[in-house]
Each structure stands twice: as structure tokens, then as C-alpha cells.
């Protein structure tokens, strides 16, 4: 790195980092993206062997490309490769393994520090631009301390596969997109699954003659924003159930991984020793999905009615039957993993931000950043891929890609407005 000032920095270099720098070359701003591993980084290490993008490969081309096999599914090796190509193809400039430890602002420029090959380096830069994602440290409830040193513990971004598991059957903890996919997984390597669920929300892969996703995009499902949703719980929400594999057009659900052997449980709230206690609450966890799904699939068929579009009815899906008793959901509230032959736990919790390195006042007291239509408080600083950005689709991979079209604009006028030329135009 010769160069220290820039009129952009970027941190992070998966598809939000290099979207950005897609749009920032073509405005001809000088820029560096720092990353501190490799290119697409969470990507390469923090995902599962079967592990595939939920929505299909057309919706996650990178600006300026065009998707092969558009109604695939990728996994996490093709995306990667897909995004070391871009950056050849268009010369980013990406400099690896470098991690920012330290954005502060003296004046009107900030100083960014790095990491890199264990040589502290400072830059400074007109704007910065943060696009590391919001799931960079691993969250593990605090009781798993409590579980015996016989159990095998390992986070979401740890697991593999099935055969780097010791022998015995597994305990998922998590029921969000990643606990499901990754039961769905074990099961079908013939482990026994005990899979601890959360109030998660679930939606066909396939109805009504079409992927899901493109209903929803032309119903402007994508484009509500934070100021539209009346319940400020639906803010919170994570991303529903919706499967990758298969045929293109089947549906998960905690009914069906019930039918393939795995046991529904509750939300896990402590443990000791050789014991798990959960809330008998798994029957509220399928009722809540099933009912988000009848409703997602009353909209579209409102949607086609509205618009007398021609649409085939439902095919039968036996996945999104509703289990209106919840008749898959256990009872259990105490297990005894030694005696259920339970030998590994996979804590599926999530992640938490770790933003602590931006020294600037970006952040409330509950740690959300504070921003008005995506633009935060602290000028010149800028934030990508965080939810609710814009709207319902900032955080989605296919989302990304306009917001980093408004941000870039807005840094290209700001940056521009301060020197003698006038803003480029992106044609």
C-alpha cells in the first residue's frame, strides 16, 4: 500500500464491499477495500459443505454481470468464485488480510488504521464506507459453560459436515435459517437430530408457477421501509425458513424435518452437566410458521387477482401442509444427553456486531445505529448490507446491490462538491 489517502475507504470485501467498488471506480474515486482475510472471507470459512444461497443465482449477480444457470442455487465455494472472478475482471482494488482495528475523524478526514502482516499502518479518507456485514462475532449462550466437557460444542461457522462429528446423535440449538438447513443436513447423513427451534417465520420455495422471491419482488414485498411496519417486532424478525436444495421448488419446514426423524424441541434456555432444559414452546414455533406462510401465499393470490394475472393454481406441497395441532412438536422440557446418545452440540445463535474498532458516535445506547433514510448521523460515514437500511431488502444479497448504487452516488456528490471538478455521472 504506497498510496495513504483516499477519497473512499471501504472495509469489507465480500458483495457489498465489492459492489461498491464497482461504482466507485467507475466514478473514478481514488479507494481502497480492506479485508481482513480474504476476498468474501465469511464465505469461505464460515459455512457448512451443503450449505447453498436461498434465493436463486439470478437475483445475486453483482453489478455489471449476468448469472449462469439463473435458477440455481449456489454454494458457498461458487459464490466466493464468483466474486474472486469480479475482482479481476474489473481490477478492484482489494488488499487482503488486512484488518481495520481503528476509524477515527479529525476534521474533515478520517484516520483509518490497519492491520496487515502484523504492520500497523494509518490511512486517511475523505468518506468510509462500512461493508463487513453485521454477523462478524459468534454468539453462544452463556450456559453452554455448564455442559459437560464429553460433549462436543461448535458454533454455526464451525461445522462442516456430518462426518467431522463424533459418532452419536446431535443437539442444534437455533432455529433460524441456518439451524434448519443444517438439521435438514444431518438428517439426511442419517444422524438423529434434536433440534431446538425459535420463533422463526417460513415461506414456500415455489408457488403458484414461480419461485417465491419473484412474486414478492413484484409485489414491492422488498421495498417497505423501517417507518411502514406498524410492528416494531417485525423489525427484528429474522429471515423466514426457505430451502436451497432440492428440486428448486421444495419447501423446509419443522413438519417436514419431524417426518424425516428429527425431534422438535422447544427454545433451549439452560443446561448442566449431561442435561438440557427447554420452554415447551415448539408448538408455538410451528403454528407461527405455518401462519406466516398462509399469509405470504393469501398476498400473492391477491396480488394475481388484482392484476388478473394467468397463474397455475398451488401444486401440492406436502412440506407447507400446516400442522394445525402441532402434532410434530415434543413435549420434552428436560434431556438427558448421555442417555439419548448425544454427543455433539451445534450452537446455530447467531452472531452479534462487533463495531467497537469505529471510534466515531454512530451508534445509540442499545448499540443500533443511528441514521436517517440509510445516511448516519456522523457525516461521511456510511454504512451497507445493515438491515433496515432503506428498506426490507438492504441486508438481502439482491438488495444490496441498489442501496451500493445510492450510497456510491451520495459519496461521489459529497466527494466532488469538495474539489474544483464536478460529481462523475455512472453510465
Known sequence: MTNKNFDVIVVGAGFAGLSASYYLKKYGLEHIVFERGRIGESWRSQRWDAFRLNSTNKLNVLPGCEADNVDGFWSAPEFVSSLDKYVIAHQLPVAEHSKVISIEKSGDLFDVTVLSNNV?????????????????????????????????????????????????????????????????????AGRKVFFSTSKVARIPRWYRG????????????????????????????????????????????????????????????????????????????????????????????????????????????????????????????????????????????????DFSYIKLNAFDSSGKLKHKDGIPDVAGLYFLGYPWLFNRKSPIIFGIKDDAAFITGRINACVKSTSPTTANVVK
Open 120 to 188: 500497523t499502518e494509518t490511512c486517511s479518507c475523505k468518506q468510509v464506507l462500512i461493508a463487513s456485514g453485521v454477523a462478524n462475532e459468534a454468539r453462544i449462550p452463556a450456559f453452554a459453560k455448564n455442559i459437560s466437557l464429553a460433549i462436543k460444542q461448535l458454533h454455526t461457522s464451525e461445522y462442516k459436515n456430518a462426518n467431522e462429528l463424533p459418532p452419536g446423535a446431535v443437539l442444534i440449538v437455533g432455529g433460524a435459517q441456518s439451524g434448519i438447513q443444517i438439521a435438514a443436513d444431518l438428517g439426511n
Open 210 to 353: 414461480r419461485d417465491i422471491f419473484y412474486w414478492l419482488i413484484d409485489m414491492k414485498f422488498f421495498e417497505v421501509k423501517a417507518a411502514e411496519i406498524e410492528d416494531p417486532k417485525m423489525l427484528e424478525m429474522r429471515p423466514p425458513h426457505i430451502s436451497g436444495t432440492g428440486s428448486g421448488k421444495d419447501t423446509v419446514s419443522l413438519q417436514s424435518l419431524a417426518r424425516k426423524g428429527v425431534t422438535i424441541l422447544g427454545k433451549m434456555d439452560n443446561a448442566i452437566e449431561q442435561h438440557a432444559f427447554f420452554l415447551q414452546n415448539a408448538a408455538e414455533h410451528i403454528k407461527f410458521a405455518d401462519e406466516y406462510s398462509d399469509k405470504v401465499k393469501e398476498l400473492i393470490d391477491e396480488y394475481i387477482a388484482k392484476n388478473q394475472l394467468n397463474a397455475p393454481p398451488p401444486h401440492y406441497d406436502e412440506a407447507d401442509v400446516p400442522d394445525d395441532d402441532a402434532q410434530c412438536a415434543s413435549a420434552i422440557t428436560t434431556l438427558d444427553l448421555e442417555a439419548n446418545n448425544i454427543s455433539s452440540i451445534i450452537w446455530c445463535t447467531g452472531f452479534k456486531n
